[in-house]
């Protein structure tokens, strides 16, 4: 059953109210007209979609630097103020398919498409582009550009140029919501960072860690390579949030990274925004996380991820409404992303909406019928609803996908031991320890097992543990429903303070 919120006549809470409302009005017009009752369809204002571009050359090896190129075009389009950029999730979908330029514009809600391809030839590359409008398929603009492979990042300024001008934003003029310091890697430099960006853009442990190592082959190569250090964080960010890696070894390398990436270059969403995930999740600095997200978003309007994690961050502090909003922007932005949609999910699950929260996850899981994060917060809601057995099965459809992962593990031995299958419970519990030999299994999961089977000594002993650890989980320990059986004990409260998370 979802939480009844209480009314309270506090002139504090008004005001608050009224700065989120505002806040709302003023960083996304889009609501705005909803609420006047305009048209969703942003036709008045420029939006586009950069498509992956064609690999001429036909080379696999050379993949990475077709769909590198593209996304660094993107990036540089993303910092125009005043311009709507699709994510690349939602626009690289389209690879190699542009039949019905119309549909994808809706589907991308975008006015305008830039395709192109590329070859290298020698130690040239050579970039054609057009830009397209999808209201009618039409052409507005081709242009073609040859450059040294040692001076790509003059070739992505002056494509950048032509298209803000063919935009109707002067090229001259163009405002940059804060001016880039963008530095001029070297070819080889700059070849592992996109190949590291493109294992980065998979997310998985092993990806990751491979992003890990190009990223540093290309700060060997360019110790002033601040988009690399920015990779960096990424990485370990994502490697801290899922526990494949312990969060004191995690964290703070990416806080470590991300400093650095600034230290190069302070105009730089990417690296605010890891210090934003860093502060809230491993920090647990609520005030310094949410002036990183802002930061980062202020820097680049564009940049998706940035909305996502604050989302996070709002739907901790329990100001779901404000979470939501930023959700939405992240989903305008990068519409088809499966786990973008798949986190407004567990922010209803968060916030005690529970048949919302299913809701949200089935549509997530008809887009894409493996995302395991899907699975595992559906479960979740299920089991809110005491409806077990499709918890289970849940459970069961994520661990198919990440087999061995300590956190789906963690979850299908609380709802055992929660639905009275106890037995089961501990064999999980003897393979989460077995685990823990020769791999980082988070406490906070453990814990959880033992909160299941109703032990609360263990429960405690562990979450303890969880907190020496630095356990990113615990930043839901107030919102989390698992916690239901030990949550009358003064104990948990006293681990609520501990982390500090606010009343």
């Not at 899922?242 to 270059?265: C, H, N, V, Y």
């Not at 968060?350 to 595992?376: C, M, R, W």
């Not at 809601?381 to 077990?388: D, L």
Request: hydrophobic residues 40%.
């Amino acid at each position: 059953m979802a939480r009844k919120k209480e009314l309270v006549r506090s002139p504090t809470i008004v005001a608050s109210l009224g700065v989120i409302v505002a806040l709302a009005f003023l960083l996304f017009p889009k609501l705005k007209a909803k609420l006047n009752g305009k048209n969703d369809h942003e036709k008045d204002s420029p939006s586009i979609a950069v498509l992956p571009f064609e690999n001429v050359n036909n080379n696999p090896e050379l993949a990475y630097f077709s769909d590198g190129l593209a996304e660094d075009i993107r990036d540089d389009l993303s910092r125009i103020k005043g311009l709507k950029v699709c994510a690349r999730t939602s626009s690289f979908q389209f690879r190699g398919n542009i039949a019905n330029v119309r549909q994808i514009g809706e589907k991308l809600r975008a006015n305008t498409l830039l395709d192109g391809s590329l070859q290298i030839q020698d130690d040239r590359i050579v970039v054609s582009v057009r830009l397209i409008d999808t209201k009618d398929g039409s052409q507005i603009w081709t242009g073609q550009y040859s450059e040294n492979m040692d001076n790509i990042s003059a070739l992505q300024g002056r494509i950048t140029s032509a298209v803000a001008e063919k935009l109707q934003i002067e090229s001259t003029k163009i405002d940059l919501q804060i001016p880039a310091k963008k530095s001029a890697p070297g070819k080889e430099a700059y070849a592992f960072y996109l190949k590291g960006r493109s294992f980065w853009n998979l997310r998985t442990p092993s990806d990751l860690k491979k992003g890990i190592d190009l990223f540093r082959q290309a700060i060997a190569l360019d110790s002033a390579y601040a988009a690399a250090y920015s990779g960096l964080a990424d990485c370990y960010t994502a490697l801290g949030y899922g526990s494949f890696m312990a969060p004191r070894e995690a964290f703070p390398r990416a806080l470590e990274a991300a400093t650095k990436a600034l230290q190069i270059d302070s105009t730089l969403a990417e690296p605010h925004a890891s210090l934003g995930y860093y502060k809230f999740y491993y920090e647990w600095d609520w005030a310094a996380a949410e002036q990183e997200f802002r930061a980062s978003i202020a820097r680049n309007a564009n940049y998706e991820i940035a909305y996502d994690w604050y989302g996070y961050y709002l739907t901790a502090m329990r100001r779901y409404d404000e979470a939501r909003i930023i959700l939405q922007k992240a989903g305008e932005l990068d519409p088809l992303s499966v786990p973008i949609s798949t986190d407004m999910g567990f922010s209803f699950y968060y916030g005690g909406n529970y048949d919302q929260a299913i809701s949200v996850l089935k549509e997530s899981l008809q887009k894409s019928p493996t995302f395991p994060l899907a699975h595992l917060w559906l479960g979740r809601a299920y089991q809110a609803k005491n409806r077990y057995k499709e918890a289970i099965s849940e459970y069961k459809a994520t661990m198919e996908t990440t087999v061995g992962w300590p956190v789906a593990l963690a979850a299908i031995g609380n709802v055992y031991g929660e639905s009275g299958q106890k037995e089961l419970a501990r064999q999980i519990l003897d393979t989460l320890i077995s685990l823990s030999s020769n791999k980082f299994v988070t406490a906070y999961g453990v814990a959880l097992v033992y909160a299941g089977l109703g032990e609360k000594e263990q429960a405690f002993l562990l979450l303890n543990k969880a907190f020496d650890e630095r356990s990113n989980w615990l930043v839901w320990l107030k919102s989390d429903p698992r916690w239901a059986p030990i949550s009358s004990d003064k104990r948990y409260g006293e681990m609520v303070n501990k982390v500090g998370l606010p009343h």
